[in-house]
C-alpha cells in the first residue's frame, strides 16, 4: 500500500541544470497532479493529467514540462533550472475529478 | 483576488481548549471545499469533503462545516498529536479539475 511515491526526495541543482521528478500511484488513479509549495503561497497547481497519455496547464506551468506515458506514472521536467523553482514540489492522485486527493511525500528542491 | 482565506494563521492552543479554524471563500459556484491535515516535511492528508451549505462531517476530534461563504473546523478537547498545519482547498464549477488551496493554519496544541 504504498500510494503515491515520489522520487528523489531532496534536490540541490544548480541554474541552468536540468532534471525530472517523478511521480508514482498504485491505485489505478485516472487523474494527477504536481504542485509546487512556497512559504505563504499556498499549494499552486503547475500541471494536470486526466489518463494515460494527457497533460494540461495548471495556474503555473512556466519552465516545466511533464509526460504520462504511463497511467501509474507522471513525470515533472525542469529544463533549465532557475532559483525562482526552489520550492517544495508535491505530486498527488485522484480517482475523480472533484474528489480528494492522494499526496506523495513531497521534493525538496533547491536551485543555487 | 484570493479564491481561499485561512484565519487565523497561526493558533496555540492548549491541550483540552476547544477552537475553530475559518476557511473563507470567493467562487461562482462550489463543487465542494476539501479539508486536509498537513505534518511539517509530510504531504497534505486528506480529512473531509463538503458538498452543500449545511454539510457536517466529523472525525474524532475534528468537525467541519460549511456555510455558502465560509467554513470551519472545530477542534474539540484537542490534544498535542493534534499539531499541525491545516488546509482548506475549493473545487470551483467551471475551474476545471483543479483545487485552489488556502495558505493553512498553523496549529501548536500544547500540554
Known amino acids: 500500500n504504498a500510494g503515491v511515491t515520489q522520487t528523489p526526495k531532496f534536490r540541490v541543482l544548480k541554474t541552468g541544470q536540468s532534471m525530472t521528478l517523478l511521480c508514482a500511484q498504485d491505485?489505478?488513479?485516472?487523474?494527477m497532479y504536481w504542485y509546487r509549495q512556497d512559504p505563504g503561497m499556498g499549494l499552486r497547481l503547475i500541471h494536470y493529467?486526466?489518463?494515460?497519455?494527457?497533460?494540461a496547464k495548471g495556474e503555473v506551468p512556466d519552465g516545466y514540462n511533464v509526460s504520462r506515458l504511463k497511467k501509474q506514472n507522471f513525470l515533472l521536467g525542469l529544463e533549465s533550472a532557475a532559483p525562482s523553482q526552489t520550492s517544495v514540489y508535491f505530486c498527488?492522485?485522484?480517482?475523480?475529478?472533484?474528489?480528494?486527493?492522494?499526496f506523495g511525500s513531497g521534493t525538496r528542491l533547491t536551485v543555487v | 483576488e484570493d479564491q481561499v482565506t485561512q484565519s487565523p494563521e497561526a493558533l496555540r492552543l492548549q491541550e483540552g481548549e476547544s477552537s475553530s479554524l475559518n476557511c473563507s471563500y470567493t467562487?461562482?459556484?462550489?463543487?465542494?471545499l476539501f479539508w486536509y491535515r498537513q505534518d511539517p516535511g509530510k504531504g497534505p492528508e486528506f480529512l473531509f469533503t463538503?458538498?452543500?451549505a449545511g454539510e457536517e462531517k466529523e472525525k474524532e476530534r475534528l468537525k467541519a462545516t460549511l456555510t455558502k461563504k465560509e467554513s470551519f473546523l472545530h477542534i474539540t478537547a484537542p490534544k498535542p498529536e493534534d499539531s499541525a498545519t491545516y488546509l482548506c482547498?475549493?473545487?470551483?464549477?467551471?475551474?476545471?479539475?483543479?483545487?485552489?488551496f488556502g495558505t493553512g493554519t498553523q496549529l501548536k496544541v500544547e500540554l
Open positions: 498527488a492522485s485522484s480517482y475523480n475529478s472533484g474528489v480528494g486527493y492522494t
Open positions: 491505485m489505478n488513479h485516472e487523474y
Open positions: 493529467s486526466v489518463g494515460e497519455g494527457t497533460t
Open positions: 467562487v461562482s459556484g462550489l463543487r465542494g
Open positions: 463538503l458538498y452543500s
Open positions: 482547498a475549493v473545487h470551483e464549477a467551471g475551474g476545471g479539475n483543479k483545487l485552489t
